[in-house]
């Protein structure tokens, strides 16, 4: 059961909005409520202005849930940075993110991809993800390594 139950018809979402008028110090703020490394704000900022699609959703003027897409215009594209708060998760806007995203993405290319948040690979399957058998990482740091490799054989 989600932490705040929300009437998702009264939220705000936003596509592609104006950046300028994103409140980089919250973006931030969610990256490090689920635990996810820093971000500063004018990295972060710099990285969304790079997405090919991006999106808010507000509850009145608090932002509690974000995510973007990060492509190449025909062959590869990834869902990056979905962000939900903590406090509203359950309410289905990490399901809407996703299916928004891809959505909007359309059928042009040939892979599409995210890297889930540990722990989340149950939630993306759920909404039909398949794990890829033939993807590949390289560890930026012994948490990446710990948490997204498989021990070696």
Known sequence: MPATKLNINELIYKINQDLDA???TRVCELFSKVEWRTRTEAEISTAFRQSSWTIFIY???LLIAFG???DDGRYYA???D???DPDYQGNGLGKY???ALNEKLGDNYHFVTLTAAPGKGKFYKSIGWKK???SYIWPQGPKQLRQHTEPEE
Do not use: F, G, Y
């Open 97 to 99: 993110l996703v299916n």
């Open 59 to 61: 509850e009145n003027d």
């Open 78 to 80: 990834m869902l990056a």
């Open 22 to 24: 994103v409140d980089w």
């Open 132 to 134: 890829q058998s033939t």
């Open 68 to 70: 973007r897409t990060v």
């Open 82 to 84: 979905i962000v939900v």
